[in-house]
């Protein structure tokens, strides 16, 4: 059995040079094969038959005509016979396992194809895209207030290649074909947000006879801080009893990283501060929307339904995430005019979020100072902070299926 396996796998190698059977279908390759079976066939015991009858031109006749009339029936025969259907796959595999890219890099990697029977592609088609998709809620003409969301959608950038033209894959094949792309120097980073969320795609589609699944794999691309280092960085509000004062090194932190600095307390005089916290913020503004403010206690967004506090706003939509919050102190009493001293020490998540700005959105970070004091305003000093993903191997590969969003 194996040995007439390998003899017709052999037949059908020298049969791939005819370009009318390389590009037929089953049926096609079947009514071409049975009518050379039956061409050879028939005409071999026509010719013989008829020469044993009428000598040479008995061979002649017997064996055209039994040529003809075996190639018609044997083409029908296998026009005719039911063949097993041919399962096609594909897949997508990356050169290197780097986990993130930077803008600049080069990714490269192989389409693979895989057949359990004799197929032809067509043609294999690969795709990267960067795409940000963009979400804004609002309230709803009829006076409730139930909050309806609206999304949009804008493709950064766009490159496609197709390495795979007309090649026919046999019986448990698997051939891989290579491809390259350059991410753009100026390439979005990845982020994964709640009203801004910005992806990068490898979308595989094959084109055949037989149905084959798109493929789908997400490229994480990893921000990189700016060429400028972030020197050291002093925000201060003075009130009629104190100045509060927040200190940081540096003002560009990786995810993965902790933020540390202190905050400083200067009295002018007397006073009593009912407590002392941080507050670490993500803001997402879109430029689409009504003109509102949503504030959301909840750390990630993903973790549970989130319901937050609205306020209106000039122009957009604008959602105030809070990452992370600290108390630093509570029930503290200024005498005199010697500062307190708070050092902290506060970590950022891993969680794809950098900072990052479109003309439809932008994201920014915050930390804020804030003492409060019962009966009169809150007092805050901030910073703004810029969050990169370039560092400690922040990025993965995701697989997707071909469904995901």
Request: hydrophobic content about 45%; aromatic content about 8%.
């Amino acid at each position: 059995m194996a040995e007439r396996r390998r003899w017709w796998l052999r037949v059908q190698a020298l049969l791939e040079h005819w370009p009318a059977y390389a590009r037929g279908t089953g049926p096609q390759r079947g009514l071409m094969v049975g009518a050379l079976i039956g061409l050879l066939v028939g005409g071999l015991v026509g010719g013989v038959l008829g020469f044993l009858n009428r000598g040479i031109p008995g061979a002649i006749v017997g064996g055209v005509s039994a040529g003809v009339v075996a190639m018609a029936a044997a083409a029908a025969l296998g026009w005719s016979i039911p063949r097993r259907k041919v399962h096609l796959s594909a897949d997508i595999e990356f050169e290197d396992t780097r986990e993130s890219y930077q803008p600049g890099d080069v990714l490269s990697g192989f389409v693979v194809l895989r057949s359990d029977g004799s197929a032809l592609i067509e043609r294999a088609t690969i795709k990267l895209s960067c795409v940000g998709r963009f979400v804004h809620d609002t309230l709803p003409d009829d006076g409730t207030e139930r909050v309806v969301y609206a999304r949009s959608e804008k493709v950064y950038a766009s490159e496609t290649a197709v390495p795979v033209r007309l090649v026919r894959l046999h019986r448990g094949s698997e051939v891989r074909f290579p491809f390259t792309f350059a991410l753009p120097l100026q390439a979005l980073p990845t982020h994964h947000g709640f009203g801004c969320v910005i992806r990068w795609m490898l979308d595989l589609a094959v084109e055949a006879r037989y149905p084959v699944d798109a493929v789908r794999r997400e490229v994480v691309v990893a921000s990189v801080p700016a060429e400028a280092p972030g020197g050291s960085s002093l925000a201060a509000v003075t009130c009629d009893a104190f100045q509060l004062s927040l200190s940081l090194p540096q003002l560009q932190y990786a995810e993965g990283d902790s933020v540390q600095g202190h905050v400083l307390i200067t009295p002018n005089g007397g006073a009593a501060i009912k407590e002392l916290r941080l507050a670490l913020v993500r803001v997402e503004r879109l430029t689409e929307g009504d003109g509102h403010i949503v504030y959301f206690a909840e750390r990630d967004p993903a973790e549970a339904e989130v319901v937050g506090n609205r306020q209106p706003a000039e122009n957009g939509t604008t959602y105030v995430w809070l990452e992370q919050h600290e108390t630093l102190a509570d029930g503290i009493k200024l005498d005199g005019a010697r500062p307190a001293r708070y050092p902290f020490t506060m970590p950022l998540a891993r969680y794809y979020r950098p900072s990052v700005a479109t003309a439809e959105g932008m994201v920014r970070w915050q930390l804020s100072a804030i003492a409060s004091r019962d009966g009169l305003p809150e007092v805050q000093a901030a910073l703004r902070l810029e969050v990169y993903t370039a560092a400690k191997s922040v990025g993965r590969v995701l697989s997707r299926g071909a469904a995901s969003g």
